[in-house]
C-alpha cells in the first residue's frame, strides 16, 4: 500500500525553480512529521526542509508548505545551483511511535 507519492521533480537550469508535491494517506498525514529529503551520489540522505526545520544549504531558497486540506506537503525551490540536484524523497515520522514512511523519490537534475 503506498503511503507517500511524490511529484513535480524534473530538469532545470541553474537559477531556476520547481514545486515538488507529495501527497500522504490522511492517516499518516495527521499524525506524523514531514519533511523533505534529498541524497546526492556518494553522500547519506538529509533532512532539506520540514515542519520543523530547514536545512542551512537550502535556506531563503527552499520553502516548505502543506495544504492539510489535501494531505499534502509541498518544496518550492528557487534559485536552484548544480549541487542541488539529487533524488528528494518525502518523508513522514509518526509522532507517537517514530515510525518512518517514504516516499518513492523525484530526481532533480539542476544544469550548469
Known amino acids: 500500500q503506498v503511503q507517500l507519492v511524490e511529484s513535480g521533480g524534473g530538469l532545470v537550469q541553474a537559477g531556476g525553480s520547481l514545486r515538488l508535491s507529495c501527497v500522504a494517506s490522511?492517516?499518516?498525514?495527521?499524525?506524523?512529521?514531514m519533511a523533505w529529503y534529498r541524497q546526492t551520489p556518494g553522500k547519506r540522505r538529509e533532512m532539506i526542509a520540514g515542519?520543523?526545520a530547514t536545512a542551512n544549504s537550502v535556506r531563503g531558497r527552499f520553502i516548505f508548505s502543506s495544504d492539510n486540506a489535501k494531505n499534502t506537503i509541498y518544496l518550492q525551490m528557487n534559485s536552484l545551483k548544480p549541487e542541488d540536484t539529487g533524488v528528494y524523497y518525502c518523508?513522514?515520522?509518526?509522532?507517537?511511535?517514530?515510525?518512518?514512511?517514504w516516499g518513492q523519490g523525484t530526481q532533480v537534475t539542476v544544469s550548469s
Open positions: 518523508n513522514a515520522r509518526e509522532v507517537g511511535s517514530g515510525r518512518e514512511y
Open positions: 515542519n520543523l
Open positions: 490522511a492517516r499518516i498525514f495527521s499524525d506524523s512529521a
